[in-house]
């Protein structure tokens, strides 16, 4: 009923458009009764919405908001490892790494497999030292130590002390606010308001909603005078959404997104003729545990041990893939280990504890059932029910490859676990993969303006940032890799729009 | 006609009475429920109450200090946790008419053994 009330308030004025009629709304400004008006709104608390508010809070933006739809701040990017790859920095320089933009963004077009565009990771990479920068200006405080992640050539993975997202989204938050910049929860974006010719003048919002319950609230016309920010993030949690695009993603299969992962920006931007792309390449996490929700514990330690850690196959007790393969290669090899009926049989993650036990994830998952000690190749064996003789041939085969420096049986880059023997006892993880990651989006340009489907040209007024960007990756994002670009994209964004 | 409009009104006033009697209700909020639904309901009986309504009685910081936990589950404390800080809304946890579970436990196995009315 709000919907349709405040629609109707528009007024003669009020023309909508296209298929997706009931979700635009299309008017002359003078007619549309504004019930807020701010210089920059961005919608989305995330990594890109709030590097966006930050960046333009530096550049002197007096008046900006931030809409969140949750009732808690940050979505998916507090849900996460707290890594991001950034290429060239201090911290890499002090520890010996080589590194350029340019070496990353070989790794990431290979793991994109001919549909990333070098264009836009060109962009972001670039900017990497900026944000590592802006992150630690914020407050985020980086280890000391930077991990691997799969599919790189160099180690690049800067990781906050929380090993969570939370690392960098807390500290963010605080500096928006501090630079005076609004943040409301429970304001939910339904559409966008445009002009007759296409530019956006605004969005409407569901203020007081409560997710789950649609109805819940009031809708608001909220005017943006410089530009409007849709940082949405991805649609990961819309069952409907992703099957339709990815049949193999139904509601049996987990996700580590958080609940406000249901693509209303992309939807709403679809709505209003931007250019949908890759939509249909949606990544699992091959690091998740099947031993609880979302993102969890498991995640974090997989993670630190993949470099050092063998995966094991239940019916064979022999490895299948390389442990530090990208994210699609492992995610589509552990998918397709089943039982005799072709019912899940999860792979084993085996950890030689001397070594999981210096990251703080081990006592995590063991603490929370998410993982198990054994002290001895049959424990293991017996307990989940593997051929003994085979997983024992395949540890020893396995310390050899340690040892020559060389993985003859799938090319693991072995100079990440040098001189860390698989030995008793050891830390056992399930592997089951969860629906994590959206490649695809609405397509932008390195300005982080949103592109129309009908024209190829910028929508005036609008800019995307984030996960709810879509093209930049191709097929398969690398781990560790989103959470740069989407600050980067968010920082490009602010500068956008005060430019404009 | 006159009548007619008390009878209808004591109708009425008999479903809200059994509505409300019909929700889930807390024991330990009784004395709130003396006031008047409107003491929590600030946004009108058809809204949510308002994310300030519960901390009309209840304090935030003095929560935090209740439910504080040590060494490596210092964070996991729900009124103050590394995620959300003291900012998580009372409503994302807890129902006052319908069992809820604390949104960690949309990612994590932990145990807040003294959640009241969780929903399994």
Redesign the interface.
Known sequence: MQTRRSFLKLGAGAAAIGAFAPLTVSANSSDIKWDESHEIVIVGSGFAGLAAAVEAGKLGAKDIVVFEKL????GNS??NAGQACFANTDLQKQLGIEDSAELMVQDQLKSGRGYASEELLTHSAELGPYIYQLTKDCGCIYRDHIINTGGTSATRSHQVV?R?G?GF??PMLKTARSYGVKTK??HKFEHLITAKDGTVLGIQVRR?Y?FG?EE??EIINVKAEKGVLIATGGFGANVSFRQALDPNLGADVGC?NA?GATGDGLIAMIAEGAMPVHLSFIQSGPWASP???????GAGFSLYNFPHSVAIDRNTGQRFMNETADRKTRADLEVLRRDKEGNPNPALLIAPKHEAMKD?SM??VLK???AWEFDSVDAIAKHFDLPLKALKKQIEDWNLYVKTGEDPQFGKRMNMSTGIYLTAPFIVQRLWPKVHYCQGGIQINTKSEVIAAKTGEKIPGLYAAGEVSGGVHGVSRLGGCSTPECMAFGVTAARSIMKA | MKTVNTLLLLVLGACIALSAQARDKRDYHEMVYDSGCKTCHDQGMKAFPSDNSCLQCHDMAELAEQTKREGDEARQNPHDSMHYGQEAPCMECHGEHTPKKAICMDCHNFKYPKFKYEHK
């Open positions: 009732g808690v701040y940050g507090t849900l929380e969570s939370s989204i807390r929860i429970r007081g409560h319950h819940s609230g580590t609940r031993d609880e929700g979302g993102f969890g514990y703080p006592n995590n929370y059932n998410v």
